[in-house]
């Protein structure tokens, strides 16, 4: 069984920065990974995706510019730098793992992900 957890959440203000990771307990190498991410009252949604040869990135239009993903198989860590804060940024961010060596466009399908962490909250205060 492969855990997937989160880290770095935290309360900014409007126009900050904030990293935040997700750390798998095996070998990163051959998953794909996906954020996505959970407001209050409504769907989840695909934000940003990353093959597992860390050649492809996707995002969601609305973080295109903002938000990078990237990945260091060697720490088995996949991470989002969110640039610009908006309020509406505000949410649950989960990181979920696919093996199959597949890369997803956005907009992402959680189906696609077998494994996911628990979540972690970023908050932006305007």
């Known amino acids: 069984q492969v855990h997937v957890v989160e880290s770095g959440g935290g309360l900014v203000q409007a126009g900050e920065s904030l990293d935040i990771s997700c750390t798998l307990s095996?070998?990163?190498?051959?998953?794909?990974v996906g954020w996505f991410r959970q407001a209050p009252g409504k769907q989840r949604e695909g934000v940003s995706c990353?093959?597992?040869?860390?050649?492809?990135?996707s995002y969601q239009n609305s973080v295109k510019g903002r938000f990078t993903i990237s990945r260091d198989n060697a720490k088995k860590t996949v991470y989002l730098q969110m640039n610009s804060l908006k309020p509406e940024d505000t949410a649950m961010y989960y990181c979920?793992?696919?093996?199959?060596?597949?890369?997803?466009?956005?907009?992402?399908?959680?189906?696609?992900?077998?494994?996911w962490g628990q979540g972690t909250q970023v908050t932006v205060s305007s």
């Open positions: 990353i093959s597992y040869s860390g050649e492809r990135t």
């Open positions: 979920a793992a696919d093996d199959g060596k597949s890369f997803f466009s956005l907009p992402l399908e959680e189906a696609d992900f077998a494994y």
């Open positions: 095996e070998s990163l190498d051959l998953y794909s």
